[in-house]
């Protein structure tokens, strides 16, 4: 955490939102003059950034939300002090470069979040989900803003070192919450706000579905120039999305 935040020195108010951290997180966090706010999650509605967002909002006029291993650069800095002042938007999406086994990759099929908004414009979609699992932040759901929305296209770096275990781990409660959001979107026939959202929904569970990821990232998008890495990467997604289909087709929920 502490390399996310040495690179946030040109942004006006930083906010670390600790939600039972048994690390250094606090102690970190003071070091670089970051505000802290304590969160702790009931299991509903709202999660962490919705929370914040309601509870401590923002005194400037945007807000990009970071994890602690996403870094930022001076191409991403300089960028949004051109962008910001005079833009029209209400919300950008921003791409991510992951680290994976230690290789930063430059290919394969891009990580994307709508991380960055005006503040005021809206919040993360609101999801009464019955503990799919222990994920207290926002990690699938997406904000739901008005107004028109951009991109940036200077790169965040998502550097998790932690190991394909917790890779792994990380994304089977992924998969988990994604299977128990498609079950019920189908269930209950609720239309999305987005037609990004819609399409992933559609698409999920699909028996077709990891084959074409993989093709499509590994080749397609040149994930074979990351090396092993990047057929690792694109591998494991693979598998992470044809988990899903497992979890629907146990629940009834496959289309």
């Known amino acids: 955490m502490a390399f996310c935040l040495e690179r946030l020195k040109r942004f006006a108010h930083v906010v670390v939102v600790d939600s039972g951290s048994t ?3 606090c102690e970190i966090a003071g070091q670089h003059k970051a505000e802290v706010i304590l969160f702790r999650w009931d299991g509903k509605f709202p999660k962490k950034r919705n929370w914040v967002l309601r509870n401590h909002p923002p005194s400037t006029p945007w807000v990009l939300f970071l994890d602690a291993d996403e870094w930022i650069d001076d191409a991403v800095c300089n960028e949004l002090a051109a962008t910001l002042p005079a833009t029209t938007h209400n919300g950008f999406w921003m791409t991510y470069d ?5 290789r930063r990759l430059r290919h394969g099929t891009p990580n994307r979040k709508l991380a960055l908004f005006r503040v005021g414009s809206g919040e993360y979609e609101r ?3 019955n503990r799919w699992s222990e994920l207290d932040m926002e990690i699938h759901e ?5 107004g028109s929305i951009g991109s940036i296209h200077a790169r965040i770096e998502h550097r998790d070192d932690r190991g394909l275990e917790h890779w792994q781990r990380r994304h089977a ?4 919450w994604e299977a128990n959001r498609t079950r019920d979107l189908r269930a209950s026939g609720a239309s999305l706000q987005s037609d990004r959202q819609g399409r992933k929904y559609q698409l999920l569970g699909k028996w077709w579905l990891p084959a074409v990821y993989f093709l499509d990232s590994y080749v397609r998008r040149l994930g074979f120039l990351d090396g092993s890495a990047g057929f690792l990467h694109a591998w494991y997604k693979a598998r ?14 496959s289309k």
């Open 240 to 253: 992470y999305f044809a988990q899903i289909g497992r979890l629907l087709k146990q629940s009834g929920g």
């Open 98 to 102: 992951n680290w994976f086994l230690g």
């Open 23 to 25: 690390d250094r997180t």
């Open 142 to 146: 997406h904000p739901v803003l008005s």
């Open 173 to 176: 409660a992924y998969a988990a």
């Open 127 to 129: 999801i009464d989900e």
